[in-house]
């Protein structure tokens, strides 16, 4: 997976969580996934479709959810609140949201999917064609991880580099 | 004490009230997410505003603006069942006057264009920052907006 592909998203989770956290995030460690992805606590998944594919999975520790969602809502949280779950998925939304302007600059078009809740304890496992990668953000209040799955998609990037050689771009 | 995003602003904002009644402007927020949804009532607050309905998706926006007739829709783009923009056409097609503001992670200009060709008046890129909607808000209700003075200014 390209570092053009992910970057935008590494800047837009910086940007989302130091801003919502009101604090500095820190970019901890990136690895590649190799293996299945594995859940770590409350993951909310959005997936994109377009000139580039796949899905974005934020997750984080149980106790990492409820201090994040406690921060936003103002109060403590108890540990079954919905909420919980309702601010990872926004958060999830926003650093997407915020990446996929980035790449739309850079004249990639996609369709952004509602979040989804990831359930399953492992996902799928990942391919030669869409690797993953985990980074890793480190809070005031936990570690924040980003799982990223993205491939181009072939048949829209052959069509996207014609149309910008005819553009003479 | 945990700092909000909304609470930064507490005491900055003078209160935006409609013109024509010195009432607070009313908001219909819509948005798939509890979370956003909550987040932008607590900003509206300090803005002191009332929100007048909320709504999960395009459809409800709908029938909750017919109900409730808001000053101010606030709209999300990504929802469930019908989307944002095609929501505020439809808002917008069958009452002109209606102000609506797309409140969006998806802020690219595509989308930003379609929501303004489609009606929409304004577009504020999330997250969310409450000095940046409450100019929006001031700009969006024009003369039909006063800000008020501030409880305590002074002024």
Do not use: W
């Not at chain 1, 790449?103 to 799928?124: I, K, M, W, Y």
């Amino acid at each position: 997976m390209k570092m053009e592909l992910i970057q935008p998203f590494i800047n837009a989770a910086d940007a989302v969580l130091s801003q919502g956290l009101s604090g500095t995030t820190k970019v901890g460690n990136l690895s590649m996934e190799e293996n299945a992805y594995r859940r770590k606590g409350v993951a909310g998944m959005v997936a994109l479709t377009g000139d580039i594919e796949g899905r974005i999975v934020l997750d984080l520790e149980p106790q990492t959810a409820l201090r994040v969602a406690s921060h936003y809502a103002g109060a403590e949280l108890p540990e079954s609140d919905g909420l919980i779950k309702e601010t990872i998925f926004e958060l999830a939304n926003q650093v997407v949201g915020n990446a996929v302007c980035a790449l739309n600059d850079q004249g990639f078009h996609f369709r952004v999917h509602p979040p989804l809740l990831v359930t399953s304890a492992e996902g799928d496992k990942t391919s030669e064609d869409v690797e993953a990668l985990m980074i890793c953000f480190e809070t005031g209040l936990g570690n924040v991880f980003m799982n990223v799955a993205l491939r181009y998609n072939k048949r829209r990037m052959s069509d996207h580099v014609a149309t910008s050689a005819k553009a003479g771009r | 004490m945990l700092k909000l995003e909304g609470e930064i602003a507490m005491e900055q904002f003078a209160p935006v009230k409609r013109s024509k009644d010195g009432q607070p402007v009313r908001y219909l927020i819509v948005d798939d997410s509890v979370f956003a949804r909550k987040n932008l009532a607590r900003m509206i607050e300090t803005f002191g505003g009332q929100v007048a309905a909320e709504a999960g998706d395009g459809l409800t926006a709908i029938s909750e603006f017919e109900r409730t007739h808001p000053d101010i829709v606030l709209m999300d783009i990504t929802m469930p069942q019908m989307e944002g923009i095609e929501a505020a056409e439809k808002i917008v097609q069958a009452h002109p006057e209606a102000r609506v503001v797309m409140v969006s992670s998806v802020g690219y200009q595509e989308n930003i264009v379609a929501a303004l060709q489609r009606g929409a008046r304004h577009f504020v890129q999330k997250p969310v920052k409450p000095e940046v909607l409450y100019e929006v808000i001031k700009y969006v209700m024009g003369e039909d907006g006063a800000v008020a003075a501030a409880a305590g200014s002074g002024v």
